[in-house]
């Protein structure tokens, strides 16, 4: 098993800044993929950014060039750095942790419980 511990979600003016963060412990793997995704009221789950542990990276048109995301391997941690946000930017964020487990022949995926991202004035 996984854990993730997330935090850094709050209540930020429109233009602000925030940073998440995302702890992995547990059985974790070296060879994984760390991101992020945010659900909005009444819509889907949505892919934000993803890391893998070689330092590749996937971020969803919508937040390019005001989010980034990266890693401490060391520390099995992830960010996500948010700038300039808007009120389009409200969801509650989630941390994703994925893997392959070569003893179990599975793919393993892992969530936090999620925080709450509000961009209001």
């Known amino acids: 098993q996984v854990q993730l511990v997330e935090s850094g979600g709050g209540l930020v003016q429109p233009g602000g800044s925030l940073r998440l963060s995302c702890a992995a412990s547990g059985s974790t793997f070296a060879i994984n993929t760390m991101g992020w995704y945010r659900q909005a009221p009444g819509k889907q789950r949505e892919l934000v950014a993803s890391?893998?542990?070689?330092?590749?990276?996937n971020t969803a048109d919508s937040v390019k060039g005001r989010f980034t995301i990266s890693r401490d391997n060391a520390r099995n941690t992830v960010y996500l750095q948010m700038n300039s946000l808007k009120a389009e930017d409200t969801a509650v964020y989630y941390c994703?942790?994925?893997?392959?487990?070569?003893?179990?022949?599975?793919?393993?995926?892992?969530w936090g419980q999620g925080t709450q991202v509000t961009v209001s004035s």
């Open positions: 994703n942790y994925k893997d392959y487990s070569h003893s179990e022949h599975r793919n393993r995926d892992y």
């Open positions: 890391i893998t542990n070689t330092g590749s990276t």
